[in-house]
């Protein structure tokens, strides 16, 4: 696997390949887990060229201590992405990336408001740079995310459409352990016994989609949020359009319903979602 670390030197060496061939793109923050692998592995499938990579993005945190306390496991996200036969790792630094002080402007709409919009003021912003800006130097044929962070996977759809990205944005699904608890970087952070009682995120989200006929949208969403508010910190409990996320007053409202959920376990901010379209006869 090459490393490299400079935006000109992995531009130019992309520029030197052979017409035709695809390039698949995993941003990351690094802090690796079983839902980057899955992520790693499609592109290694799906494309010539897969390209991780690793960069903790400064203007994704409105809070510094999360900034300061996110994990770095550098050499274990690199002997983990060889294993995977990940083909280039892009470690730039931020003096790199951000060489251009200018910013774009976003206006995201409906997509870009409520949930984590509310809860961590300009993250969406600092997403949307940081990918406009790598997919500028990467140029990639395809880029991975997983649907953990669905919000910002609707951000990213948004970004790629809004300036003429080539790039095709592929959501995968949620990695999850045998509890059902998707698999976060956040994690790391948890203390065993945070890490077990963290499942009930998963086990709420569940219980959601299977009393979606006995309630209506935001009588159940407020149901769901008093029942982590026993052993969590929730901020939000929302049932929403997954296209629009626009909260939903009554299920006729889409045809796409989908919970979302933010809460502290400890002292460690975990999210997750789960679609609530419980049977094959619903689009």
Known sequence: MQIFKSSPEISDYLKSLHNGQTVGFVPTMGALHS??????????????????????????????????????????????????????????????????????????????????????????????????????????????????????????????????????????????????????SRNYNLSAEEYEKASDIFKTLSYCRDNKGSFQPQELAKICFDMLSVDFRPEYFTIADQFTMEPLKEWTDSEYPRAFVAAYCGNVRLIDNLSLITNKNEK
């Not at 692998?37 to 400064?58: M, Q, W």
């Not at 994704?60 to 983990?80: G, S, V």
């Not at 892009?90 to 790199?96: L, R």
Request: glycine residues 6%; proline residues 3%; aromatic residues 10%.
């Open 35 to 184: 839902g980057h692998s899955a992520l790693v592995e499609r592109s290694v499938a799906e494309n010539d060229i897969t390209i991780c990579s690793i960069f903790v993005n400064p203007l994704q945190f409105n809070r510094k201590e999360d900034l300061d306390t996110y994990p770095d496991r550098m050499q274990a996200d690199i002997d983990l992405l060889e294993d995977l036969n990940c083909h280039i790792l892009f470690n730039p630094s931020k003096e790199d990336i951000y060489s251009d002080e200018s910013r774009l402007t976003y206006d995201f709409g409906s997509i870009g408001k409520g949930m984590e919009a509310e809860y961590r003021p300009g993250h969406f912003e600092g997403v949307a740079e940081v990918i406009h800006r790598f997919f500028n130097i990467l140029k990639p044929t395809r880029a991975y995310f997983g649907e953990k962070d669905y919000q910002q996977l609707a951000i990213v759809r948004w970004l790629t459409e809004k300036y003429a990205h080539s790039t095709e944005i592929v959501g995968c699904e949620t990695i999850r352990d045998k509890s059902g608890l998707a698999m976060s």
